[in-house]
């Protein structure tokens, strides 16, 4: 079986790289960037001419698909190659099944009515899917990675670029942070989110938070909001301040290898979630852990 990986951050084709090596025993990485020593059999680089935008390489790796001919495409949720999996998948006659979580005998598990409900489902045909970050955790890429350039072929219908600037970004890259400290709507006012920044810091880690603190009140840009419309993270701890556990968030951390949750209210959702759960008031139980760690 051949599989086709399209990334476009090295971590997420590494990751993917991995896990087509699990399905199949041919793995061509369609790459936009630096690519990593032995991840795929084949990398096809593409190089997006200047002025143009991701998203118009679809074309290109439409013509790319159609020469390699894979059975199964795994792609990178981001918003770029998520335009380019739908028209692939319009391309091939199949349709793209988004935000898998893990692979099983029956098909593809994936949440959907935004977060509360997984179905699994199959593709009919090539198998294209976008496949959210620790699918493959512990998978190992393999390849001699023989590189060529592909030639890019211009969209009909390209779309044209007005302005872009690079949005300031606050913080630790979350992906990265060994820990992520999240507030949540258990902080009555802006100024007591430094009790999980100091928090943070100390563990050598990042502030994320649930999404009423960006979306509600403003208080932290949308980029640090965690969950099934925000950032789906897998850090080596977890620590929910102040956050009830629904679903909608909790599938943004779950994969978590330690959770921590403080809340004050015993019967919060989180602490049936959690691995450790602390009953308290943030104000109390933040600078008592910072100062004791
Ligand atoms: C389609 C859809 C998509 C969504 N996507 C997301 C998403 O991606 N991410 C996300 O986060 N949410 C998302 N939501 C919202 C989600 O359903 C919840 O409303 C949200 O996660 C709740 O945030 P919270 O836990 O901070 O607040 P709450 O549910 O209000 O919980 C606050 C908690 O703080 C505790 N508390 C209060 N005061 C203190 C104190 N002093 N000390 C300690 N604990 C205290 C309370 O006991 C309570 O458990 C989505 C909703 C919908 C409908």
């Given at each position: 079986m051949k599989a086709l990986v399209i990334a476009e951050r090295a971590d997420a084709a590494r990751e993917l790289c991995a896990g087509a090596r699990t399905m199949a025993d041919e793995v061509v990485l369609v790459s936009f960037g630096e690519v990593a020593e032995g991840l795929a059999d084949k990398v096809a680089h593409i190089s997006v001419p200047e002025g143009a935008v991701l998203d118009d390489a679809a074309d290109t790796v439409i013509a790319l698909f159609d020469a390699e001919a894979p059975e199964v495409v795994l792609v990178e949720p981001t918003r770029h190659m998520k335009s380019i999996a739908g028209k692939l998948a319009a391309h091939a006659g199949t349709s793209a099944i988004t935000d898998v979580m893990s692979f099983e005998d029956a098909g593809a598990k994936s949440l959907y009515f935004g977060g509360v409900a997984e179905r699994v489902q199959k593709a009919k045909g090539v198998g294209i899917y976008t496949v959210s970050a620790g699918?493959?955790?512990?998978a190992e890429p393999s390849g001699a990675n023989a590189t060529e350039e592909v030639a890019w072929v211009a969209p009909a219908n390209p779309v044209k670029l007005i302005s872009s600037k690079p949005i300031e970004k606050s913080g630790v890259d979350l992906f990265k942070a060994d820990a992520v400290v999240a507030a949540g709507r258990g902080f009555a006012e802006e100024s007591e989110l430094d009790l999980a920044r100091a928090l943070a810091d100390k563990l050598g880690g990042g502030l994320a938070c649930s999404r009423p603190l960006t979306e509600g009140v403003n208080w932290l840009p949308t980029e640090l909001y965690v969950g099934v419309s925000g950032l789906m993270l897998s850090p080596k701890v977890y620590v929910a301040c102040g956050i009830s556990g629904q679903m909608q968030h909790m599938v943004g951390c779950n994969r978590s290898q330690t959770m921590f949750a403080i809340n004050k209210?015993?019967?919060?959702?989180i602490f049936k979630q959690c691995d450790y759960g602390l009953v308290g008031d943030v104000k109390d139980v933040l600078p008592a852990l910072t100062a004791a760690l």
């Open positions: 699918t493959f955790e512990g209210d015993k019967n919060a959702p």
